[in-house]
C-alpha cells in the first residue's frame, strides 16, 4: 500500500531528551521469528509537537490496544505490537501472559491452538503466532509486565512512518525489550471482551470546513451520498477511497496550511482522503471537512472494498 500523494515535511528542531515514562531495567526481550507485512511498535502516540511538523502516530485501533492491555493489568500507555493483514509471530525469553486482539486471526503457541482476544500464557522460549487477519486490517500484540519498552522518543514508543520517529516496522531476527512478568500475576476479568471488530460499513461523521467553499454543491451532495469504498492505496497515513470524484469551483492550489487527524483532503484525482495518525502536519490540497478522532478507530480494521459513507456531523 502507499502513501497519499501529499507528504509534507518536518521542519524546526525536536528535543532527544523528550521521553516517556517508564524503565527497561530488568526487561526481558521479545524476538521476532516472522515479522509480516508491516508490524510497527505503537502506544497512545505523541502529542504537543504539531508544530515542529510530528504528527501523531500511535495505534490505529486505539480502543483495540486499551482493551488488550485493560486484559492484562497493564498501564493504559503500554506499548504493543501493531500488524497490518499478515500477522507477525514473535518468541520472548521469559514465561508471559499475552492478547492478540483487533484483527480476528487464528493464534498459536508452539503450534498449538490458543485463544483470540483473551490472556494467553506463553511459555519461556516458545513462539506466539498471530496469523493471517481473518476479519478486519490491523491485530493488537500486547504483553504483561508493562508491554513493549523500545526506547522512548519526544514521549512515545511508537513508530511514525511518515517521519521516521520511533522504531522502525519490524523485521524478522528484530529484538525488543519486553517488560518484566508482573509479581502480581494478570488479573482475572471475563474471556469475551467486547472487542470493536471490523466495520460492514465505515460510516465517518464529516464536519465541513475549512476550505468546502472550493468546492461546488453538487460536489458537496455527492460527498454525502454517493457510493464510496476504501481503497487498497490506503495506510497508516491516510485512508484513501475510490468513488466519484468531487468537483471543484475554484483551480490552483493553496500555500501549505497545518493538517489534522481526521482531515478529509482532496488531492488532484478529487477522490476524498482521511488523514490518520502518521499523517503529514502540512498540506496544500484543499480539505473539504474533519471527521473526529473517536470516529476514525473502525477505519484501522476496514478491509480495502469496504463500502465508506460520509454523513454530516
Do not use: K
Not at 488532484?268 to 496544500?284: A, E, S
Request: a neutral charge; hydrophobic letters at 45%.
Amino acid at each position: 500500500m502507499t502513501a497519499p500523494d501529499e507528504t509534507g515535511t518536518a521542519s524546526g528542531t525536536v528535543r532527544p531528551d523528550a521521553r516517556a515514562p517508564g524503565s527497561t531495567d530488568g526487561a526481558a526481550t521479545l524476538t521476532v521469528v516472522r515479522a509480516g507485512a508491516l508490524t510497527t511498535v505503537q502506544d497512545g502516540g505523541r502529542t504537543g509537537w504539531a508544530h515542529l511538523g510530528v504528527a501523531r502516530a500511535g495505534a490505529l485501533d486505539e480502543p483495540a490496544r486499551l482493551l488488550a492491555n485493560r486484559l492484562l493489568g497493564n498501564d493504559p500507555g503500554a506499548a504493543v505490537l501493531e500488524t497490518t493483514m499478515t500477522g507477525c509471530a514473535v518468541r520472548a525469553d521469559r514465561d508471559m501472559v499475552a492478547v492478540v486482539g483487533g484483527a480476528v486471526c487464528r493464534v498459536t503457541v508452539d503450534g498449538r491452538p490458543a485463544a483470540w482476544g483473551a490472556p494467553v500464557r506463553v511459555p519461556a522460549g516458545a513462539v506466539l503466532d498471530a496469523g493471517p487477519a481473518l476479519s478486519g486490517v490491523r491485530g493488537c500484540l500486547a504483553f504483561d509486565g508493562g508491554g513493549l519498552l523500545p526506547e522512548p522518543v519526544l514521549g512515545s514508543r511508537s513508530a511514525d512512518l511518515l517521519s521516521g520517529l520511533g522504531p522502525p516496522p519490524l523485521h524478522d531476527g528484530d529484538e525488543l525489550p519486553v517488560g518484566r512478568a508482573p509479581e502480581r500475576g494478570v488479573p482475572a476479568l471475563p474471556v469475551a471482551a467486547p472487542w470493536p471488530g471490523a466495520p460492514a460499513v465505515l460510516v465517518l461523521p464529516v464536519r465541513l470546513g475549512p476550505r468546502d467553499a472550493w468546492f461546488t454543491p453538487g460536489a458537496l451532495r455527492t460527498l454525502f451520498t454517493a457510493a464510496y469504498r476504501v481503497s487498497a492505496q490506503s495506510n497508516r497515513i491516510g485512508l484513501r477511497t475510490e468513488g466519484p470524484a468531487l468537483a471543484r469551483v475554484r483551480d490552483g492550489e493553496l500555500p501549505s496550511e497545518g493538517m489534522v487527524l481526521g482531515a478529509v483532503q482532496v488531492p488532484p484525482d478529487g477522490r476524498p482522503v482521511v488523514f490518520l495518525n502518521d499523517h503529514p502536519t502540512t498540506g496544500g490540497y484543499p480539505v473539504v471537512g474533519v471527521v473526529a478522532a473517536p470516529a476514525l478507530a473502525a477505519a484501522a480494521q476496514a478491509a480495502p472494498g469496504t463500502p465508506v459513507r460520509f454523513v454530516p456531523a
